[in-house]
């Protein structure tokens, strides 16, 4: 059972274009009503998990967002502390918090780190001036790099966010600025290219004719300009979008992508334990109501039938450059290799330099890579795929 826990605080301060996550923004928060209803929340996913099979100590908390680093550090505080006296915690257990790097959020970094906080993820976005205002971000360069400084004083491990791809945007301009970004030391990066996602600002821009994306050839070649760079700096990607150096990979990435239990809380929260996917009412005001009601905020548990869990993992997993071991596919969904992939499928992917295979596991080359989601379509089982 979950081992892994991730806690969504939903409030911005403001929307960004590009963003589809679960964030809001409201005028005032009640914090103490906030702490009651996580605390509610986090027990009640608690009798779940410790009701079933018993509960492990966690090796991972995440506080994603919105922007949690908004959160009064005392809050982070008391849900670390509950969360150590229900589950426990694991030796070495990573606790990771994702920050803007407004002066308001890198002045709590000192108190966050006093609560437990041991990694920081900040949305940096771009070290470019322009393209942060056209992001819709509230910091500039200077401020993000004021608070990079702050961060890597503070916590043990440092992440930072770059979105690239941008309209207009050269590989001089994105070779020259990763570059710069390579240079800070940090000993993980997350690297995402601009994606226009369905019912964005960004999205309406789009089909009005505010601007157009970039092109997917401009965009293949950055991506491999991003490849190139994070490689020969010893932060190979280990996951699409995401690159570290050996052994500073993000736990909360991993857990996810290798499509293990972890268990979810807050407003819009997914989680997946023991065969169940959860999602938690997004809206904070429906949130709150239904803990309230009924002590958890769950909107919908679902049962996952064995094809459709294989389905995800082997959809989830192959994005890691570890890939998957069909043999452990075997045994834990209980299912023949040839009804998980189309052999014949795999055999042309290798010949082609696409994929790799290595026993009973499999990946993606970086040849492939870029075509990823084409390469899913087409090696993944049909009957898992419909699951």
Known sequence: MARALYIHWPFCEKKCPYCDFNSHVRETVDVAAWESALLADM?????????????????????????????????????????????????????????????????????????????????????????????????????????????????????????????????????????????????????????????????????????????????????????????????????????????????????????????????????RRGGFATVRHKKPENYLRAVNERRHGISEQRHLAVGEQASEALLMGLRLREGVDLAQFEARFEQPRDTLIKPAKLAHLQSIGMMWADGSRIGVTAQGSPLLDGILGELVADDLVQA
């Open 43 to 271: 027990r009640a996913e608690y009798e779940v998990v410790e009701g079933h099979g018993g509960a492990e100590p966690l090796t991972s908390i995440f506080f994603g967002g919105g922007t949690p680093s908004l959160m009064p550090p005392r809050l982070v505080e008391v849900l670390l502390r509950e969360a150590e006296q229900l589950w426990g915690f694991a030796e070495g257990i990573e606790i990771t918090l994702e920050a803007n790097p407004s002066s308001v959020e890198t002045a709590k970094f000192g108190a966050l780190a006093l609560a437990g906080v041991g990694r920081v993820s900040l949305g940096v976005q771009s070290l470019d001036d322009r393209a942060l205002q056209w992001l819709g971000r509230l910091h500039n360069a200077a401020q993000a790099l004021h608070a990079l400084e702050t961060a890597q004083a503070h916590f043990e491990r440092v992440n930072f966010d770059l979105i690239y791809a941008l309209p207009g945007q050269t590989p001089d301009q994105w070779q020259a600025q990763l570059a710069r970004a390579l240079g800070f030391g940090t000993a993980h990066l997350s690297l995402y290219q601009l994606t226009i996602e369905p019912g964005t600002r960004f999205a309406s821009d789009v089909r009005r004719d505010v601007f157009a994306p970039l092109d997917d050839d401009e965009a293949a070649e950055l991506f491999a300009i991003t490849q190139n760079m994070t490689a020969a700096a010893g932060l190979p990607a280990y996951e699409t979008s995401n690159h570290a150096r050996a052994g500073e990979e993000s736990r909360h990435n991993l857990t996810y992508w290798r499509y293990q239990d972890y268990a979810g809380i807050g407003p819009g929260a997914h989680g």
